[in-house]
Nanobody
Framework: VQLQASGGGLVQAGGSLRLSCAASGIIFSIYTMGWFRQAPGKQRELVAAITSGGSTNYAQSVKGRFTISRDNAKNTVYLQLNSLKPEDTAVYYC??????????????WGQGTLVTVSS
């Protein structure tokens, strides 16, 4: 299984970026896909997730600014980041998750892509 994240970079406050995560080795369409982030000295946190059915949820801190979407034909999940703030600076990780049984969860992580927002 591979999750290849890309699209990070340096951007000024107020700017935009689009992250992509291409998946291989899984049946992409049946997985819940998520974006997490980890800032220096902080715990990893959920930013946004999208289920196999297309339902989405967002961290309160990014609602209205970030949008998660998926293209099952391309096995790719996206995160559009708008109105970026310096506090959005973090390494962003792609995650693929599926509950197989009540005791078994398939859980995969990408390598992360760095987003740096300058003030």
């Amino acid at each position: 299984v591979q999750l290849q994240a890309s699209g990070g970079g340096l951007v000024q406050a107020g700017g935009s970026l689009r992250l992509s995560c291409a998946a291989s080795g899984i049946i992409f369409s049946i997985y819940t896909m998520g974006w997490f982030r980890q800032a220096p000295g902080k715990q990893r946190e959920l930013v946004a997730a999208i289920t196999s059915g297309g339902s989405t949820n967002y961290a309160q801190s990014v609602k209205g600014r970030f949008t998660i979407s998926r293209d099952n034909a391309k096995n790719t999940v996206y995160l559009q980041l708008n109105s970026l703030k310096p506090e959005d600076t973090a390494v962003y990780y792609c995650n693929a998750r599926r509950t197989i049984t009540t005791a078994t969860i398939a859980d995969y992580w990408g390598q992360g892509t760095l987003v740096t927002v300058s003030s």
